[in-house]
């Protein structure tokens, strides 16, 4: 079935430990996005990605890394230097080029600090 | 800026009421897009429409219908006859143009509590 797909469900990062969530899609989409969610204040844009080899940060990016060194599969790393990571994280893609697509996601991952 | 608002934080009704859930949005776009999204407790947000800025027709799928208003900014969002299914969480969101509309600025959320 085609869908995206998130990994752990669950994950637990200790102090000044980095953690990468990851995010796999077979819809042959181009454009791949990562979300947190807190209680309260929506969705924010933490990285997308439009293509292949390329990234712009969204409107929270520190303390985050990402990488898309192929088309399926966007991870993202929660460093040591986010210093409140506990949130809802939520992966996305669309098809490019397209204005008028949609941006689907997957089920999430629930990061905690232990 | 873009702004989506969401005013109502959390609203609870009785199965059967109808309900409707409110979007009020800011931009500078002439062409600009529209979604909801449907947040149930597992988590996943579930699409449920699309809407461009030249198309002011309102739209009805099953119990859901959607009233768009370019002249007050707002995209509101009705259920009829409402059912405890419909719990969740519902957001608007609106393209930004400034990432080629590849992004999307969404409000906080409306919370939907549908009881027996």
């Known amino acids: 079935d085609g869908g995206i797909t998130q990994s752990p469900k669950y994950l637990f990062r200790k102090e000044g430990q980095n953690v990468t969530l990851s995010c796999e899609q077979n819809?042959?989409?181009?454009?791949m996005y990562w979300y947190r969610q807190d209680p309260g204040q929506g969705l924010r844009l933490i990285y997308y990605?439009?293509?292949?080899?390329?990234?712009q940060k969204g409107d929270i990016a520190e303390g985050y890394s990402v990488s898309r060194e192929k088309k399926e599969s966007f991870p993202l790393t929660v460093t040591s230097a986010q210093k409140n990571p506990t949130a809802f994280y939520l992966c996305a893609s669309r098809t490019s080029g397209v204005a008028r697509e949609t941006q689907y996601f997957g089920p999430g991952t629930r990061l905690l600090v232990l | 800026a873009q702004k989506v608002t969401q005013a109502q934080t959390e609203i609870s009704v009785v199965e059967k009421e109808d309900v409707t859930l409110d979007c009020v949005y800011e931009?500078?776009?002439?062409?600009?897009?529209l979604f909801w999204y449907k947040q149930p407790p597992s988590g996943e947000l579930v699409f449920l429409i699309r809407?461009?800025?030249?198309?002011?027709q309102n739209e009805i799928s099953g119990r859901y219908s959607w009233n768009f208003q370019k002249s007050t900014s707002s995209f509101n969002f009705t259920i009829t006859a409402s059912q405890v299914v419909d719990s969740a969480v519902y957001f608007c969101?609106?393209?930004?143009?400034?990432?080629?509309?590849?992004?999307?600025?969404f409000g906080k959320g409306t919370m939907l509590l549908v009881s027996p």
């Open positions: 969101a609106l393209s930004d143009s400034n990432s080629g509309y590849s992004t999307l600025t």
């Open positions: 931009t500078r776009d002439t062409t600009y897009y």
């Open positions: 819809l042959n989409h181009d454009a």
């Open positions: 990605s439009q293509i292949v080899n390329d990234f």
């Open positions: 809407r461009n800025s030249f198309d002011e």
